[in-house]
């Protein structure tokens, strides 16, 4: 599925809980879809033109603004619900991964070893952080009083996430034990080498 069919989907899908003003939207986008889906203001207001003119949505002016501040609030059609269905039965695949640690970790031999702990260690927080909050979410989720209907289905993103959490938590643990074993007295990164150079 194309890069601009999984932002419409996002958006419709978004907008199937309630109308909401595109500002709202993405504010809701980063809240609820954050854990795992992200887009930005410069995706989402060009998604929401392109999805209006194919009447897929449509907007009405926004009676809680302030006076003198405008602002439009989108909803779906009948033809933007059956989008939406049609949307989620499309196949996708999953993205090639960018990882922007493990790329580092790769050549991570051109660095101090101190660095590369360092890298790992506040990876290891990050993700005992992440447990945490997904936690949270979960505990959450379990009390809103659709859960049976919506919130199950919420709760197996966040379920992903948790997981996922604690495997990075865990691999982090190991590495800091493997660096300690092997690149602490054996580094051949560029320090390494220009001792070689002295000798």
């Known amino acids: 599925m194309a890069r601009t069919s ?3 989907l996002a958006v419709l899908g978004a907008l199937s809980i309630e109308p909401m003003t595109g500002y709202r939207l993405r504010a809701e986008i980063v809240q609820t879809l954050g854990h795992f889906w992200q887009e930005s203001f410069g995706q989402v207001y060009p998604a929401l033109a392109a999805l209006e003119e194919e009447g897929l949505l449509e907007r009405e002016p926004d009676g809680d603004q302030p006076t003198g501040r405008s602002g439009n609030v989108f909803h779906l059609t009948a033809a933007g619900r ?9 196949p996708f695949s999953q993205p090639p991964p960018r990882d922007p640690l493990l790329l580092r970790l790769f050549f991570g031999h051109h660095v101090e070893p101190a660095l590369v702990r360092t ?14 909050h997904y936690d949270e979410l979960r505990a959450e989720i379990e009390r809103e009083p659709d859960f049976a209907t919506r919130g199950v289905f919420r709760l197996l993103t966040v379920s992903a996430g948790r997981h996922a959490a604690r495997a990075r938590a865990d691999w982090a643990r190991e590495a800091l034990e493997l660096l300690e074993g092997v690149v602490t007295d054996g580094r051949s990164g560029a320090g390494g080498r220009r001792a070689d150079r002295h000798r």
């Open 119 to 132: 890298w790992l260690t506040e990876a290891l927080t990050g993700a005992e952080r992440a447990c945490e």
């Open 82 to 90: 059956e989008r939406l269905r049609e949307l989620l039965a499309q």
């Open 6 to 8: 999984q932002t419409q």
